[in-house]
């Protein structure tokens, strides 16, 4: 079964995001900040990432560099969704290979599916 963390602090993007995959039939485990999401993703180890960027504690670029840096995360793919717009981050994380796409809230369902069946095929 796929395993998929989301990891977004706002409540209506978490149902939103958890009830289109549970929908697909995708196990979904939720963290709304970036500590609890590293405690998460060492011990459940997710196939994928739904990553928002802005975060309470840390932002989703510094956890997404600490996924990087660990040989046992940094295969994990990384679907970022945010209300920031390409130009106010650093466009650099979207040539990782391990990031599949870079979703601007509010989204699309369909382009947000797409995404995570597209993640979930690699």
């Not at 929908?23 to 180890?45: C, P």
């Not at 975060?55 to 940094?74: A, F, H, Q, V």
């Amino acid at each position: 079964m796929d395993n998929i963390l989301i990891v977004e602090d706002e409540p209506t993007a978490v149902e939103l995001e958890k009830s289109l995959l549970e929908i697909e039939g995708i196990h979904v485990e939720t963290v709304e900040n970036g500590q609890k999401a590293l405690d998460l993703i060492k011990a459940a180890k997710p196939r994928l990432i739904i990553l928002d960027i802005m975060l309470p504690d840390i932002s989703g670029i510094e956890l997404y560099e600490k996924i990087r840096e660990n040989e046992e995360t940094k295969d994990i793919k990384i679907i970022f969704v945010t209300v920031l717009t390409k130009e106010e981050i650093d466009l650099n994380i979207l040539d990782d290979e391990n990031v599949i796409d870079y979703l601007t809230k509010p989204f699309d369902n369909k382009d947000f599916l797409k995404a995570v069946k597209k993640a979930l095929q690699h």
